[in-house]
């Protein structure tokens, strides 16, 4: 059984996909609401209460999952006839990820360690141009 706020909680997440968000707009404490929010989704009668309104969803739009693959097959042919490299590569992106070929992603990131901190320095007081050729692969002209 879901609470009302749960309820809004999962309405509100269904809009966006964002649970921080989600819970501050259902009510739910500001200063915990990222917190919140993972805590909820992980909820089962929350997820089968969001699946069912998905479903309901997708049934009242008459869409699937080969539709919405039939629909980015077609944009991918549509770039593809304007000679759209980019939009063509963004259609497949979205393609594999609706076919499942992606897993989710991981962000990470790197504290400088001590000894990581001349090395920063150093990049940091190098020039847009002297970054651009060390990413070209051009050595860098010594300092003076």
């Not at 999962?10 to 929010?37: F, I, M, P």
């Not at 790197?110 to 150093?122: H, I, M, N, Q, T």
Request: hydrophobic residues 45%; positive net charge; aromatic residues 4%.
């Amino acid at each position: 059984m879901l609470s009302p706020k749960q309820i809004r909680f999962a309405q509100e997440y269904l809009l966006d996909s964002n649970a921080a968000a989600a819970a501050r707009r259902a009510g739910y404490s500001a200063k915990s609401a990222k917190v919140t929010g993972c805590r909820l989704l992980t909820n089962a009668n929350l997820k089968s209460f969001m699946a069912a309104k998905q479903a309901e969803s997708a049934e009242k739009l008459e869409i699937d999952r080969e539709v919405v693959a039939g629909q980015i097959l077609g944009a991918i042919a549509l770039a593809r006839s304007q000679g759209d490299g980019g939009n063509m590569i963004r259609g497949a992106v979205e393609l594999g990820r609706l076919l499942g070929f992606y897993g989710p992603s991981v962000a990470k990131s790197a504290v400088p360690r001590a000894e990581d901190k001349e090395l920063s320095a150093r990049l940091d007081a190098l020039s847009d141009q002297e970054l651009m050729d060390i990413v070209a692969g051009k050595s860098p002209a010594p300092a003076a």
